[in-house]
């Protein structure tokens, strides 16, 4: 009877498996405590489940396009997935939610979540970030500056394997680097340009979780650029290829994979959380599991829904929310794709490899008073890539020996440009929970309610005037911009339903990302977010789930959880 009581009883629960779980999974197990994972989605296996990883375009049945039938499957996760990654995104048929605007809800439900298809790009916030809520009033002040996370950028850096170059800029802090991703020949001519013709600004080398240098029995990447599909290589972080491994190997780690998170159990005699209730996925079978110690890391949407269902006595609108803030202050990045240009210079210059690494030109805009835009405030930064022209896309003609000599000689110098912006915490972007619709394990469906406001919509008219103003001073022709405004979520970052602050009353969570009213639950994946920023956000959630796991270890350890 005690072993199968066991069974449900762990020192620690962590809720999904993607960037931020994976690190908490690692950091709790290594620190000794008992952790039970629960994954939503189905189990991959590190290299053995990557089955598409070697593949090439003619091995699939239509090529990398998805089917009629597939796209009817995944309307909106077809926009950022084909027939070589479908595997790893879901079937927006199987797991519906209600759009009350536009929003693109990207999601991956398998162990690795969507770490096994994140951008990789890695960029540190700085005191502006964590600043900015304060001085211009938009949303609350941030409980923590850079010097609260600096040692946990470099604990993780140095963990994940960041490739990048030191620059020196005080608004995009420097990190724990491996060698860059060289710059090919049309992006070197283009950071010459911006050095040139702008005092302002100026490009920089991407940083992005791709090995430069083997690691620990990883890497280095191949410059196959197919990281979407699992690199069986593992040249790229993913929970699957590091922290999970490290925790399996801990010893401590029980994975539970098909369980969908109905709710958090709430004890209102002890005033902590019991545990985590489950549903699981195939036999519908509701089980419990108990902790300690929990940790929410389902990604933004989905912890913010778990919190709203987890109803009780002392919180009748959800765990946790005394303040009446989860679900609120819904953010993404907003995306300005497709600035384009070509270049007729530099024909005897090619590289080698696909590489999978960018350009990226930092915030330059709201800096200080040299930098202050009259369009908007905060910033956005600028990420692209250079490459020739090929048979796909170059202008071919004739037959025989003239066509195969044109479509194996190289085109044009290509290059394009894509803004990211930041989003303004506003507390009427948010998601809630619909009773009267249900999906088929009969949980309410997610509503969001998500829209651009004024500052958004003239920071993605800059970015495109200004990429585009950047190449045709570079010398580019046919410079355009083919999408200009894709709809919200479409950066794949959502943020900041259950925040961070330093009051209970207008926050979730305090500068551990504890929650204020429920001490023993912790939130360290993009829901914990005060603010946007512009960078890409991943990085920032393993740093302080890092650093609240080791502030959890402690708090337990002096029995004060």
């Known amino acids: 009877m005690e072993g199968q009581e066991n069974i449900y009883h762990f020192d620690a629960i962590v809720v999904g498996s993607g960037i931020s779980g994976g690190w908490a999974a690692k950091e709790l197990t290594e620190g000794g405590l008992k952790t039970l994972v629960l994954e939503r989605g189905r189990n991959v296996e590190h290299i053995k489940d990557y089955t598409t990883a070697a593949k090439h375009p003619w091995e699939f049945e239509h090529g990398t396009h998805l089917t009629q039938e597939e796209l009817k499957e995944r309307p ?67 409980p923590i500056r850079y010097k609260d996370i600096k040692e946990w950028y470099d604990y993780v850096e140095e963990y994940v394997g960041i490739s990048g170059a030191v620059n020196s800029l005080a608004h995009l802090p420097d990190g724990v680097f491996l060698p860059p991703i060289p710059m090919n020949a049309i992006e070197k001519h283009l950071e010459e340009s911006i050095g040139k013709n702008y005092k302002d600004r100026m490009l920089i080398n991407g940083r992005v979780a791709n090995l430069t240098q ?46 969908i998170v109905k709710e958090v159990v709430y004890d209102e005699a002890s005033k902590k959380a019991q545990g985590v209730k489950i549903i699981d996925a195939i036999t519908k079978e509701e089980i419990t599991y108990y902790a300690k110690i929990i940790f929410l890391n389902a990604s933004a949407i989905a912890t913010a829904s778990i919190l709203l269902n987890s109803v009780s006595d002392s919180f009748p609108n959800g765990l946790g929310n005394s303040s009446l803030q989860i679900g609120h202050n819904l953010m993404d990045h907003v995306v300005n794709e497709g600035t384009y240009g070509t270049y007729n210079g530099l024909l005897d210059k090619y590289y080698v490899g696909r590489s999978p690494g960018t350009i990226y030109i930092p915030r330059f805009q709201n800096l200080d008073d040299k930098t202050k835009s009259t369009d908007f405030i905060r910033g956005y930064g600028i990420q692209g890539k250079g490459s020739r022209e090929n048979w796909e896309t170059k202008k071919t003609e004739g037959f025989g020996i003239t066509l195969k000599e044109q479509l194996e000689t190289p085109g044009k110098w290509k290059i394009s440009l894509g803004g990211r912006g930041e989003v303004l915490p506003n507390y009427e972007n948010r998601i809630s929970l619909d009773y009267q619709n249900r999906d088929q394990w009969g949980l309410p469906l997610v509503k969001v309610h998500f829209e651009y406001g004024s500052n958004e919509i003239a920071m993605m008219e800059h970015m495109t005037k200004t990429s585009e103003e950047m190449l045709r001073k570079a010398g580019f022709e046919n410079v355009g911009s083919y999408r200009t405004s894709p709809p919200p979520g479409s950066a794949v970052h959502e943020m900041g339903t259950v925040r961070m602050g330093r009051d209970p009353k207008t926050s979730v969570l305090n500068k551990y990302n504890q929650m204020h009213d429920v001490r023993n639950v912790f939130i360290t994946d993009g829901s914990c977010m005060t603010s946007s920023a512009c960078q890409n956000p991943s990085l920032t959630y393993m740093a302080l789930t890092a650093r609240a796991c080791h502030y959890a270890l402690n708090q337990l350890r002096s029995d004060l959880l």
């Open 76 to 142: 909106i996760q077809s926009s950022h997935c084909n027939a070589t990654d479908k595997h790893f995104y879901v079937k927006d048929s199987e797991h519906p939610y209600i759009q009350e605007k536009p929003f693109k809800w990207i999601r991956g439900y398998q162990v690795g979540g969507r770490s096994l298809t994140w951008g990789r790009q890695s960029y540190r916030l700085s005191d502006l970030d964590f600043e900015a809520n304060r001085k211009d009033g938009h949303g609350v002040d941030w």
């Open 214 to 259: 083997p690691k620990k029995g990883r890497g280095p990447c191949m410059y196959r650029n197919l990281c979407s599909r699992g690199c069986p290589f593992s040249g790229y972080f993913s929970s699957n290829s590091t922290t999970l491994v490290d925790a399996f190997n801990s010893g401590n780690l029980t994975l539970r994979e098909n369980a």
